[in-house]
Antibody, heavy 125, light 108 residues
Framework: QVQLQESGPGLVKPSETLSLRCTVSGGSISGSYWSWIRQPPGKGLEWIGYIYYTGSTHYNPSLLSRVTISVDTSKNQFSLRLTSVTTADTAIYYC???????????????????WGQGTLVTVSS | EIVLTQSPGTLSLSPGERATLSCRAS???????LAWYQQKPGQAPRLLIYGASSRATGIPDRFSGSGSGTDFTLSISRLEPEDFAVYYCQQYGSSPRTFGQGTRVEIK
């Protein structure tokens, strides 16, 4: 079955750029939607955005000015870049697959399953 | 954006009891596009329910979901020791996708 694994630096300095990668195994990245979701320690879940394998994206307006999600179908990977980070961006970052919804008119990412195990990113000088 | 409010914040119950968790949306959720997840300490969330009432693959039938519009419920008929965890609802009918703040089910 499909499995996801996040990778990237665990420590980022304030004002710098957070970069993470999610590697998909056990299946193709093509044909699906792929999301990033984060969870500050001890808090709830926040959806960051998703990308379709074709490269079309949809972001949370709260992060729109700072976030970019990209896909590399040749490597079965997708990535997250978050610029100008602050301590408020400290969180566990998860990647997940979004089920494709029918008759959706372009905004087609449904429930999230499966999820990666998550990676903690701490923003600190 | 659709705000999801879960109640109660914490539910204290004994194994074998029934758990009823609520998720209320600030406006109607399109096409019952609502999911429930379970999260245990140190683990990623796990999908339990999608489409408000459909169980995900491998989820025991003691878990059930119901509701439509703005009011949704997750029920656990008889709590097993492994069911004590945090539960989140999530809507995927509109953007941005949003989650509730979570309900913790703890052992009484």
């Amino acid at each position: 079955q499909v499995q996801l694994q996040e990778s990237g630096p665990g420590l980022v300095k304030p004002s710098e750029t957070l970069s993470l990668r999610c590697t998909v195994s056990g299946g193709s990245i093509s044909g699906s939607y792929w999301s990033w979701i984060r969870q500050p320690p001890g808090k709830g879940l926040e959806w960051i955005g998703y990308i379709y394998y074709t490269g079309s994206t949809h972001y949370n307006p709260s992060l729109l000015s700072r976030v970019t999600i990209s896909v590399d179908t040749s490597k079965n990977q997708f990535s997250l870049r978050l610029t100008s980070v602050t301590t408020a961006d400290t969180a566990i970052y998860y990647c997940a697959r979004g089920e494709t919804l029918p008759y959706c008119g372009g905004d087609c990412s449904g429930w999230f399953d499966p999820w990666g195990q998550g990676t903690l990113v701490t923003v600190s000088s | 954006e659709i705000v999801l409010t879960q109640s109660p914040g914490t539910l204290s119950l004994s194994p074998g009891e029934r758990a009823t968790l609520s998720c209320r949306a600030s406006r109607s959720v399109t096409s019952t596009y609502l999911a429930w997840y379970q999260q245990k300490p140190g683990q990623a969330p796990r999908l339990l329910i999608y489409g408000a009432s459909s169980r995900a693959t491998g989820i025991p039938d003691r878990f059930s979901g119901s509701g439509s519009g703005t009011d949704f419920t997750l029920s656990i008929s008889r709590l097993e020791p492994e069911d004590f965890a945090v539960y989140y609802c999530q809507q995927y009918g509109s953007s941005p996708r949003t989650f509730g703040q979570g309900t913790r089910v703890e052992i009484k």
